[in-house]
């Protein structure tokens, strides 16, 4: 059953008007009868309009199949972590059942959040109730997403009009995505935190430095991003992971499928770098940036 049968009052927004959606039947209406329905498969399209980019189903499904290896389980186990040492610092009373909203920005196929929403559930069993919800603006890696985990709500949207209520979520996270600072802060309660991951200098270097030979865009640089952030949100913390990983051709196949970084490559380009990969370690290096709301 989705997600959207059983929300917190008043925690879902209509991003047409910004009034409170409310459950009939099996749709989402509002006081002004602006109307989203939950499809059978149990997420909500709260676009109002076709997308002017198309992401590529196999994009989705190359990401969902690299996640499945534990690819990027370094980086999830890190966002658990950090998300569970916020929850001690808060130091419930002991046996106290306490409610926490998590949000994914930008959540593509759902691996990522199903990954931390997973882990946070493990670890804190039956004390912590947890609302995960993940938005992305591409419904093919929504459909997806509801698939591999029907525990989370899913939903269709753009970022630049987030269907979720001012203050409503103690967690945001926004890995390896475009961001929409105004819409984050709206959304993070006082003492909530935005975890921000993007690419470190090193990150996918054994492509990048095949791709961009000879250029300065053999190194990357995310001073700009990080500057970025600091004008929405005071920087708390920021740290690096880094690991390496081999990868056998038909995982690294998906990895050339998944990453911007080799979409301008021709088929033929694509198979040399795969065996040219063989046995090599690939590295994934990625800095997680975290927020907190600025005072006034």
């Not at 209509?14 to 006081?31: A, D, H, K, R, T």
């Not at 919800?133 to 029907?150: C, F, Q, W």
């Not at 051709?249 to 065996?275: C, D, G, I, Y």
Request: hydrophobic share 40%.
């Amino acid at each position: 059953m989705s997600k959207f049968y059983n929300i917190p009052a008043g925690m879902v927004i209509c991003p047409v008007c910004f009034e409170s959606l409310n459950l009939q039947g099996s749709s989402l209406i509002c006081s002004n009868s602006h109307c989203f329905d939950v499809a059978k498969q149990g997420y909500v399209n709260f676009l109002l309009q076709a997308p002017k980019e198309k992401y590529d189903k196999r994009l989705f499904q190359s990401r969902g199949y690299i996640s499945q290896a534990g690819v990027f389980q370094g980086l999830t186990d890190r966002l658990s972590a950090l998300v569970l040492q916020a929850l001690a610092q808060r130091s419930p009373e002991a046996g106290q059942r306490y409610m926490v909203k998590l949000l994914d920005a930008g959540c593509g196929e759902g691996s990522h959040l199903s990954a931390v929403e997973r882990k946070l559930a493990g670890a804190t069993g039956n004390r912590l109730s947890l609302v995960a919800a993940g938005i992305d603006i591409a419904k093919e890696g929504i459909k997806m997403a509801v698939k591999r985990n029907p525990e989370v709500m899913w939903g269709v949207a753009d970022l630049a009009k987030c269907p979720f209520a001012d203050r409503s979520f103690d967690f945001i996270l926004n890995i390896l995505s475009p961001a929409n600072y105004a819409e984050f802060q709206r959304m993070l309660a006082p003492e909530g935190l935005v975890f921000k991951v993007i690419p470190g200098e090193e990150y996918l270097q054994e492509i990048r430095q095949v791709l961009y030979r000879g250029t300065d865009r053999r190194i990357y640089s995310n001073d700009r991003t990080i500057a970025l952030f600091r004008r929405h949100f005071k920087l708390v913390a920021m740290e690096r992971v880094k690991y390496e990983v081999v990868l056998d051709q038909e995982h690294f196949m998906h990895l050339l499928q998944m990453t911007p970084l080799a979409w301008q490559l021709s088929w033929e380009q694509v198979q040399q770098m795969v065996k040219v990969s063989k046995g090599r370690p690939v590295t994934f290096d990625f800095d997680i940036l975290t927020g907190k709301r600025k005072l006034n």
